[in-house]
């Protein structure tokens, strides 16, 4: 049994899309242990991002995470990182499979509707961002 963290983007919230996303995510067998809606500020976007600061698109991508509710979302089964990450597609609907989040939902590189931990590491970290341990629950 392995944790991940989802986050539906502003893009998504402002668009409905919170159900239909659930609803992907619960389709495909993760299991939902976690869930808080929030509206990050920019300093809490740009601790959530740390890792991509030297990046040409951090100012627009955490002005960006700050521009609207969120719901961040803690997500349990067997190699759920890995999974989750497949459910999402490529970080450019452009490029992301038939069927993913990303392709049936996602605006552009940008405005992804989706985020998803990539390693146990940071799925640590950016659970333990949003969440206490008691808050886990399932
Ligand atoms: N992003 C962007 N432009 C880029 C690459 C990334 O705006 O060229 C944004 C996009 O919202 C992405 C986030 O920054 O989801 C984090 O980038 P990462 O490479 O970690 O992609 P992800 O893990 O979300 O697929
Ligand atoms: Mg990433």
């Known amino acids: 049994m392995e944790?991940?963290?989802?986050?539906i983007k502003p893009d998504a919230v402002r668009?409905?899309?919170v159900g239909s996303i659930l609803y992907m995510i619960e389709k495909a067998d993760l299991k939902i242990v976690a869930m808080k809606m929030l509206?990050?500020?920019l300093p809490l976007a740009q601790g959530f991002y740390h890792?991509?600061?030297?990046?040409?698109f951090f100012g627009e991508l955490t002005e960006y995470m700050a521009s609207g509710p969120i719901v961040a979302v803690v997500l349990a089964g067997n190699n759920a990182i890995?999974?989750?990450?497949?459910?999402?597609?490529a970080t450019d609907p452009a490029q992301a499979a038939d069927g993913t989040i990303r392709k049936v939902h996602a605006i552009s590189k940008g405005e992804n509707s989706?985020?998803?931990?990539?390693?146990?590491e940071t799925a640590a970290f950016e659970i333990g961002y949003f969440?206490?341990?008691?808050?886990?629950?399932?």
């Open 3 to 7: 944790l991940t963290l989802c986050l």
């Open 15 to 17: 668009r409905d899309l």
């Open 39 to 41: 509206k990050l500020d």
């Open 51 to 56: 890792v991509h600061k030297e990046r040409p």
């Open 82 to 89: 890995k999974r989750y990450r497949e459910l999402m597609g």
């Open 114 to 120: 989706v985020h998803g931990s990539d390693a146990p």
């Open 131 to 138: 969440f206490n341990a008691t808050e886990l629950v399932g």
